[in-house]
Nanobody, 122 residues
Framework: QVRLVESGGGSVQAGGSLTLSCVGF?????LGWFRQVRGLKREQVAS????????RYADSVKGRFTISRDSATGALLLQMNSLRYDDSATYYC??????????????????WGQGTQVTVSS
């Protein structure tokens, strides 16, 4: 059974950085990071195709966030720089096992993590 586990969330001042990590996924076609503010729709922040490394980013995070895989452990990472107050949310790792689920934006994951909170203070 797939169990995605995120880590790395926390509190940071605006302008600071955090790196989220996700482990526990098996064979996937693509991986993604989503975020959700309570009461609002969950939105995709970034995604990466596992075979090609091709990435996609939401316009709101382009140039500030980087999605990647740790070369040693295979963990999914989200490097978040120049954090802003409106980046505060619960961040979720997600994995899609089939290529057709990776063709759209947002991707359509099979599996989700439990979420990790990111709080940015102004």
């Amino acid at each position: 059974q797939v169990r995605l586990v995120e880590s790395g969330g926390g509190s940071v001042q605006a302008g600071g950085s955090l790196t989220l990590s996700c482990v526990g996924f098996g064979t996937t076609e693509c991986l993604g990071w989503f975020r959700q503010v309570r009461g609002l729709k969950r939105e995709q922040v970034a995604s990466i195709r596992t075979a090609t490394g091709n990435t996609r980013y939401a316009d709101s995070v382009k140039g500030r966030f980087t999605i990647s895989r740790d070369s040693a452990t295979g963990a999914l990472l989200l490097q978040m720089n120049s954090l802003r107050y409106d980046d505060s949310a619960t961040y979720y790792c997600a994995a899609a096992r089939y290529a057709r689920r990776c063709e759209s934006t947002p991707i359509s994951p099979n599996d989700w993590g439990q979420g990790t909170q990111v709080t940015v203070s102004s």
